[in-house]
T-cell receptor
Framework: KNQVEQSPQSLIILEGKNCTLQ??????????LRWYKQDTGRGPVSLTI?????NTKSNGRYTATLDADTKQSSLHITASQLSDSASYIC???????????FGAGTTVTVRA | DGGITQSPKYLFRKEGQNVTLSCEQN?????MYWYRQDPGQGLRLIYY???????QKGDIAEGYSVSREKKESFPLTVTSAQKNPTAFYLC??????????????FGDGTRLSIL
């Protein structure tokens, strides 16, 4: 069964600090890995998409890394802002079909 | 601006009642999806449609039904057969086709609760 595990489940950081979120997956055959940001009560918004040939991709202060060999990804948030408070969801796609496998998300709270 | 509109934002269902959640997109996307989000769990696929007049069951289709009569619309009906319908429902769309690397764009969801 394709699975996506995220850690930690939640974290609290001070404004201006950095943090790193982790994602491990067992999806096979691997097509791509996505990170989404979901604000409370809103729909997820795409941050990055990486295929197996890409090992890093940035979107502003967000940098995602991918190690397709170990099936791990991370999302690094630099110089966090209050607006970064949200749930961050790791999503993995398989070549087999159009379905996506979603992690449960990491809830990030940024405090002033 | 292009996007996905879900309505209503909040919906309450009485026992034995069917309710319909609306999803409209003006992105000219071929593919549309319905997901259910429960606390502490990843999104789960209910139904998806790759093209007008065609749709497929996802992982948790029991108690739900959909139609795809128009490209821009993909309504979801939560029937009385769905015994635990309280959740946050998300509609998404993508360009579809054979390019699996396109992102899915999401609406802002409908929160369904039981009266």
């Amino acid at each position: 069964k394709n699975q996506v595990e995220q850690s930690p489940q939640s974290l609290i950081i001070l404004e201006g600090k950095n943090c790193t979120l982790q994602c491990n997956y067992t999806v096979s055959p691997f097509s791509n890995l996505r990170w989404y940001k979901q604000d409370t009560g809103r729909g997820p918004v795409s941050l990055t998409i990486m295929t197996f040939s890409e090992n890093t991709k940035s979107n502003g202060r967000y940098t995602a890394t991918l190690d397709a060999d170990t099936k791990q990804s991370s999302l690094h948030i630099t110089a966090s802002q209050l607006s970064d408070s949200a749930s961050y969801i790791c999503v993995v796609s398989s070549f087999n079909d159009y379905k996506l496998s979603f992690g449960a998300g990491t809830t990030v709270t940024v405090r002033a | 601006d292009g996007g996905i509109t879900q309505s209503p934002k909040y919906l309450f269902r009485k026992e034995g009642q069917n309710v319909t959640l609306s999803c409209e997109q003006n992105l000219n996307h071929d593919a549309m999806y319905w997901y259910r989000q429960d606390p502490g769990q990843g999104l789960r696929l209910i139904y998806y449609s790759q093209i007008v007049n065609d749709f497929q069951k996802g992982d948790i289709a029991e108690g739900y039904s959909v139609s795809r009569e128009k490209k821009e619309s993909f309504p979801l009906t939560v029937t009385s057969a769905q015994k635990n319908p309280t959740a946050f429902y998300l509609c998404a769309s993508s360009t579809g086709g054979t390019d699996l690397n396109q992102p899915q764009h999401f609406g802002d969801g409908t929160r369904l609760s039981i009266l």
